[in-house]
C-alpha cells in the first residue's frame, strides 16, 4: 500500500521517512505529485491545520495521506510563535530570519524563563476521511544564540529537557529519537499498523 507524505519540505520528509522506515509502505511524498495543489493552512491551531492538510489531500490524492504540523510555543512569549512557527517573521522567510526575530523578542529574559516546547501533531486520513490525529511534545529552552547546523527551523536554538545540544547539534539518530516529530510519529506508527491489518494489507 502506498502512503502519501504531505510535504514538499526536504528536512521534514527525511525525518518522516527515517522514523516510519519499518511499515512496510511504499512512501511518496507531495514532492513526487507536482500537480497536487497545495492545501492553505488557516487553522487557528497546529492540529487544525494538521488534520485539514491530511483530509483534503488524502480525497485530492485519492490515498492514504500522513501530514503534520508542528510549532514552537514559547511560555514567555505567551505560546507564541505557536500555529504561525513558519511564518513567524513573514511569508516565504528563512529559518534564520525567523530565529532571529524569536530571539529580538527574547532579549533579555533570563535563561531559565526562555522555557518552551515543540509540538506537533500528526493526522492520517484516507479519501472517506480523517482515521487518526495525534500529538507528539518535546519541552526544552530557548538558549541566546544558534548552535549547530543540523536539524531545520527553530533547532539550532532549542535544548531539549535532559540534553545539553541543540537539536541542530545532535545527531539525526538521538533527534528521531527524542524529539515531538518522532513521539508523534511512533502514535501514527501504531494507528497506521493497525489500519493496514484492517485493510488486511
Keep these: ?30 514532492a513526487d505529485m507536482p500537480r497536487l495543489p497545495e492545501v ?23 490515498m492514504l495521506t500522513l501530514a503534520d504540523d508542528t510549532g514552537l510555543e514559547v511560555d514567555a512569549l505567551n505560546g507564541e510563535p505557536g500555529v ?13 530570519e525567523n530565529n532571529k526575530k524569536l530571539l529580538g523578542l527574547l532579549e533579555g529574559i533570563a535563561l531559565e524563563k526562555r522555557t518552551a516546547r515543540f509540538r506537533c501533531v500528526v493526522a492520517i486520513a484516507d479519501e472517506n476521511g480523517l482515521i487518526e490525529a495525534v500529538e507528539g511534545i518535546c519541552n526544552g529552552t530557548i538558549i541566546e544564540k544558534e548552535r549547530g ?34 513521539k508523534a510519529l511512533q502514535k501514527a506508527w501504531a494507528a497506521l499498523s493497525r489500519y493496514l491489518r484492517e485493510k488486511g494489507a
Design 1 to 30: 500500500m502506498r502512503l502519501l507524505i504531505a510535504t514538499r519540505n526536504k528536512e521534514k520528509l527525511k525525518e518522516l521517512r527515517a522514523i516510519l522506515a519499518d511499515l512496510s509502505l511504499d512512501m511518496v511524498s507531495a
Design 84 to 96: 504561525r512557527s513558519a511564518r513567524f517573521a513573514g511569508d516565504d522567510v528563512s529559518y534564520h
Design 149 to 182: 547546523g543540523g536539524g531545520f527551523g527553530y533547532d539550532p536554538l532549542f535544548i531539549a529537557d535532559g540534553q545539553v545540544k541543540t537539536f541542530g547539534e545532535l545527531s539525526p539518530d538521538v533527534k528521531n529519537r527524542i524529539s515531538h516529530r518522532a
Design 40 to 62: 492553505h493552512e488557516d487553522g487557528k491551531t497546529i492540529r487544525d491545520n494538521a488534520i485539514k492538510k491530511a483530509v483534503e489531500t488524502a480525497k485530492m490524492a485519492n
